[in-house]
């Protein structure tokens, strides 16, 4: 199979969403994910956990540069929760300026 090295990346309108993967390969990641076992799959769950935390540590960390890294923490529950259910939690934020 040969993968294109040029060009404008298509973009396809699908119930799910917008989708930028061929069809094809979006088979094949289906059926990788179909034979994984579920500790192999466990851990990409971990990773991709992993990852989106860190994304949204980092979005707030630019944002908040002079965020206390408890701070950090509570504004990284209002985005993983929501904010109710991260009040609920842990209690309303220290920082005033939300």
Same mark, same amino acid.
């Given at each position: 199979? %040969?993968?294109? #090295? ?5 973009? @396809?309108? #699908? ?5 930028? #993967? +061929? ?7 289906? %059926?990788?994910? &179909? ?14 956990? +992993? ?9 707030? &960390? ?8 408890? %701070?950090? @923490?509570? @504004? ?10 991260? @009040? #609920?939690?842990?209690?309303?934020? %220290?920082?005033?300026?939300?």
């Amino acid at each position: 199979m %040969e993968f294109p #090295t040029d060009g404008p990346v298509k973009m @396809r309108v #699908t119930r799910g969403g917008i989708k930028d #993967t +061929d069809p094809e390969i979006e088979m094949l990641q289906i %059926e990788m994910m &179909r034979k994984a076992s579920s500790v192999r799959k466990f851990e990409m769950m971990c990773q991709m956990y +992993d990852f989106v935390r860190n994304l949204g540590l980092s979005g707030i &960390r630019k944002r908040h540069p002079d965020a206390s890294e408890a %701070e950090l @923490r509570r @504004r990284l529950a209002d985005l993983l929760l929501g904010k109710d259910l991260a @009040r #609920t939690v842990y209690g309303p934020p %220290e920082s005033k300026g939300e």
